[in-house]
Each structure stands twice: as structure tokens, then as C-alpha cells.
């Protein structure tokens, strides 16, 4: 079963990282041609563009290698057989951002092509996220402040303990004395 796994887990990382080779290339492709459709008389880009071009173009690519090193199959060159399937491309956290930050990336790209440099605006949107997390993951709770701090009060009360049926079976057990209880002494 955990071989099975593997080859799931490789297939999908194959593919995943087919599609981001060609998730490097395409949108640099298709925004040269929207600026030739589209913009012609933004032809050549300006030095600003082209910077903002080269300065959001770096960590893509520095993204794509890492993300590439991380999900590579390694396979037997003799018999093909897998060795190892790479980490899973698919897993939440990190790896799910590295692809968020591409997928900004790509969009600004091709939307400055098509509809100007006024897109790459919202490239904000990936420092704004980061903030966000930090705060509501880091900095809010080390301050004492959480998200759902002034609902819970107006609720009437604190937290209410959440009890499993077996642990409220035991606690009955228990106030009746049942000698297979054995009590705990705070």
C-alpha cells in the first residue's frame, strides 16, 4: 500500500512539475504577444517595466528551482524502477504558498501585457497575505489579541470544555463510586 502511495505521489509531482515548467515560460510568452496585440505603443517597455519585470521574475524562478529540487522523482537508471517519489507537491503550508506566489506572478505578468503596468499592483496581494498570517498566527496571539476574542465574549462566557462520550461515561463512572474508576487527585 505505501508503494502504491509512491507512485501516486510521483505520477502527481511529474505532472505538477510539467506543468510548472511551462508555467515559467508561457506567461512571459503570452505577454510579450498581448503587448504586441494589445499595447503596441508600449513597445520597447520602459526601464521601470522591465525592472519590475526582472524584480518579480527572480523569486519566480527561485521558487520554481526550489520547488523542483523538492518534488523530483528519482528513478533507477537501469530499470526504471522509482526510488523516491520527491515530497509531495500537493501538501498544504510552504509548498502550497511557493505556488501561490507563482501563480500571482504569472497573472501579473500576462495582465501588464495585456492591460498595462498598473497590474502589477496586485502584486501587493503576496506581502499583504504574509501579513496577515504573521498577525493572526504569531503576532495577535503573543499579544493576547485573537480573532474571535470579542464574539466569544459576547456570547456569554468563556470556552465551553468539549467532553468525548467516553470521558463523560468514566466521569458518571466515577461520581458513583465504581471501583473500576480510578479517580485523579488534582
Not at 525592472?51 to 523542483?68: D, G, K, M, N
Not at 465574549?153 to 461520581?175: D, H, M, N, Y
Request: glycine share 10%.
Amino acid at each position: 500500500m505505501a508503494h502504491g502511495a509512491a507512485k501516486r505521489i510521483a505520477q502527481q509531482n511529474e505532472q505538477a512539475l510539467r506543468n510548472l515548467r511551462l508555467g515559467m515560460f508561457i506567461p512571459t510568452l503570452l505577454s510579450a504577444v498581448f503587448r504586441l496585440l494589445f499595447r503596441r505603443s508600449s513597445l520597447p517597455p520602459s526601464k521601470g517595466s522591465l525592472a519590475l519585470y526582472v524584480v518579480t521574475y527572480l523569486p519566480a524562478l527561485f521558487l520554481s528551482r526550489y520547488l523542483e529540487r523538492m518534488g523530483t522523482v528519482r528513478r533507477d537508471p537501469t530499470t526504471g524502477a522509482l526510488i523516491s517519489p520527491g515530497e509531495d507537491l500537493n501538501q498544504p503550508g510552504v509548498t502550497e504558498w511557493c505556488f501561490d506566489i507563482l501563480y500571482v506572478t504569472w497573472a501579473c505578468q500576462i495582465g501588464s501585457g495585456a492591460l498595462g503596468d498598473w497590474v502589477w499592483w496586485f502584486y501587493l496581494v503576496i506581502p499583504l497575505y504574509a501579513g496577515y498570517k504573521l498577525w493572526s498566527n504569531f503576532i495577535g496571539p503573543m499579544l493576547g489579541w485573537s480573532r474571535g476574542g470579542s464574539s466569544q465574549a459576547a456570547e456569554g462566557g468563556g470556552e465551553k470544555e468539549t467532553v468525548s462520550k467516553r470521558q463523560e461515561k468514566l466521569r458518571k463512572r466515577s461520581e458513583r463510586g465504581d471501583p473500576r474508576v480510578r479517580s485523579v487527585r488534582k
